[in-house]
């Protein structure tokens, strides 16, 4: 995608804020049964929001939601897990 200006940055976090960004992704998470990183790409195409400014709208709760299915699907190392 192109480059954002500061201008188009500020307009999309400022109308998506990690809280609204963060309950609009467990909205669709929960209705349509996708995964979180699946909901979190389909949100940025149907809002038009560039990918390289979602890091900015997750708030803490989502970010450990993304690694967990991250780790679930070997994206991710496994980490702190003792071997039973």
Known sequence: MAKLTEEEFLEITNLHNPK???DAICNLVRSEGLGYMDAIL???VRHNIDTDIVPKLLSKSLKDK???EA???N???R???LPL
Do not use: I, N, Q, R
């Open 20 to 22: 609204k960004f963060s």
């Open 42 to 44: 389909d949100y940025c």
């Open 66 to 68: 993304v690694e967990a």
């Open 71 to 73: 780790v679930k699907f």
């Open 75 to 77: 994206f991710l190392p």
């Open 79 to 81: 980490t702190g897990s």
